[in-house]
Protein backbone atom coordinates (compact mmCIF):
# COMPACT_ATOMS: atom_id res chain seq x y z
CA UNK A 1 0.00 0.00 0.00
CA UNK A 2 1.44 3.52 -0.96
CA UNK A 3 1.77 5.88 1.87
CA UNK A 4 -0.98 8.14 -0.20
CA UNK A 5 -3.07 5.72 0.05
CA UNK A 6 -2.56 5.00 3.37
CA UNK A 7 -3.25 8.40 4.38
CA UNK A 8 -6.24 8.31 2.21
CA UNK A 9 -7.82 5.69 4.00
CA UNK A 10 -6.82 7.01 7.36
CA UNK A 11 -8.36 10.00 6.56
CA UNK A 12 -11.28 8.28 5.58
CA UNK A 13 -11.77 6.49 8.35
CA UNK A 14 -11.03 9.62 10.75
CA UNK A 15 -13.89 11.17 9.14
CA UNK A 16 -16.22 8.63 9.45
CA UNK A 17 -15.58 8.01 13.07
CA UNK A 18 -16.02 11.71 13.65
CA UNK A 19 -19.28 11.35 11.73
CA UNK A 20 -20.35 8.46 13.72
CA UNK A 21 -19.26 10.46 17.04
CA UNK A 22 -21.73 13.21 15.92
CA UNK A 23 -24.50 11.41 15.17
CA UNK A 24 -24.10 9.84 18.17
CA UNK A 25 -23.73 12.98 20.39
CA UNK A 26 -26.87 14.55 18.04
CA UNK A 27 -28.72 11.08 19.35
CA UNK A 28 -28.02 11.47 23.01
CA UNK A 29 -29.02 15.51 22.38
CA UNK A 30 -32.17 14.41 20.43
CA UNK A 31 -32.95 11.57 23.43
CA UNK A 32 -32.51 14.33 26.45
CA UNK A 33 -35.15 16.80 24.85
CA UNK A 34 -37.38 14.24 24.06
CA UNK A 35 -37.00 12.89 27.68
CA UNK A 36 -37.49 16.45 28.87
CA UNK A 37 -40.27 16.66 26.53
CA UNK A 38 -42.01 14.05 28.18
CA UNK A 39 -40.78 14.97 31.71
CA UNK A 40 -43.10 18.02 30.92
CA UNK A 41 -45.84 15.66 29.72
CA UNK A 42 -45.77 13.48 32.81
CA UNK A 43 -45.96 16.59 35.21
CA UNK A 44 -48.10 18.24 33.21
CA UNK A 45 -51.07 14.58 33.49
CA UNK A 46 -49.93 14.44 37.25
CA UNK A 47 -51.41 18.40 37.76
CA UNK A 48 -54.40 17.37 35.45
CA UNK A 49 -55.06 14.15 37.36
CA UNK A 50 -54.61 16.20 40.99
CA UNK A 51 -56.71 18.87 39.90
CA UNK A 52 -59.50 16.57 38.89
CA UNK A 53 -58.92 14.61 41.97
CA UNK A 54 -60.08 18.01 43.76
CA UNK A 55 -62.44 18.87 41.37
CA UNK A 56 -64.49 15.22 41.91
CA UNK A 57 -63.78 15.45 45.77
CA UNK A 58 -65.48 19.36 45.76
CA UNK A 59 -68.44 17.64 43.31
CA UNK A 60 -68.71 14.93 46.05
CA UNK A 61 -69.06 17.28 48.98
CA UNK A 62 -71.64 19.02 47.36
CA UNK A 63 -73.51 16.04 45.82
CA UNK A 64 -73.45 15.47 49.55
CA UNK A 65 -74.78 18.63 50.74
CA UNK A 66 -77.46 18.51 48.37
CA UNK A 67 -78.55 15.14 49.39
CA UNK A 68 -78.73 16.77 52.91
CA UNK A 69 -80.98 19.67 51.34
CA UNK A 70 -82.90 17.23 49.21
CA UNK A 71 -83.97 15.29 52.22
CA UNK A 72 -84.40 18.44 54.55
CA UNK A 73 -86.89 19.51 51.47
CA UNK A 74 -88.70 16.27 51.10
CA UNK A 75 -89.52 16.36 54.63
CA UNK A 76 -90.62 19.83 54.63
CA UNK A 77 -92.65 19.07 51.58
CA UNK A 78 -94.73 16.03 53.46
CA UNK A 79 -95.41 17.92 56.62
CA UNK A 80 -96.51 20.94 54.18
CA UNK A 81 -98.57 18.67 52.18
CA UNK A 82 -100.25 17.32 55.34
CA UNK A 83 -100.73 20.63 56.77
CA UNK A 84 -102.92 21.53 53.49
CA UNK A 85 -104.76 18.76 53.86
CA UNK A 86 -105.48 19.61 57.34
CA UNK A 87 -106.36 22.62 56.18
CA UNK A 88 -108.81 22.11 53.63
CA UNK A 89 -110.37 19.22 56.12
CA UNK A 90 -111.40 22.38 57.86
CA UNK A 91 -112.38 24.92 55.44
CA UNK A 92 -114.87 21.68 54.84
CA UNK A 93 -115.91 22.07 58.08
CA UNK A 94 -116.18 25.75 58.38
CA UNK A 95 -117.92 25.34 55.10
CA UNK A 96 -120.23 23.23 56.14
CA UNK A 97 -121.25 24.58 59.56
CA UNK A 98 -121.79 28.01 57.74
CA UNK A 99 -124.23 26.51 55.41
CA UNK A 100 -126.34 25.19 58.39
CA UNK A 101 -126.20 28.34 60.07
CA UNK A 102 -127.59 30.16 57.09
CA UNK A 103 -130.10 27.11 56.66
CA UNK A 104 -130.88 28.30 60.04
CA UNK A 105 -131.20 31.64 59.31
CA UNK A 106 -133.68 30.89 56.11
CA UNK A 107 -135.96 28.89 58.14
CA UNK A 108 -136.45 31.76 60.90
CA UNK A 109 -137.21 34.22 58.02
CA UNK A 110 -140.45 32.11 57.04
Do not use: C, W, Y
Amino acid sequence: MSPSSLESQIAEHSEHTEMHENREQGNLALSSADFSALEERVARAVKLVKTEREARTAAERRAEGLETQLSEQLALAKTLHEEVRALNAERDQVRQRVEKLLSQLDSLEL
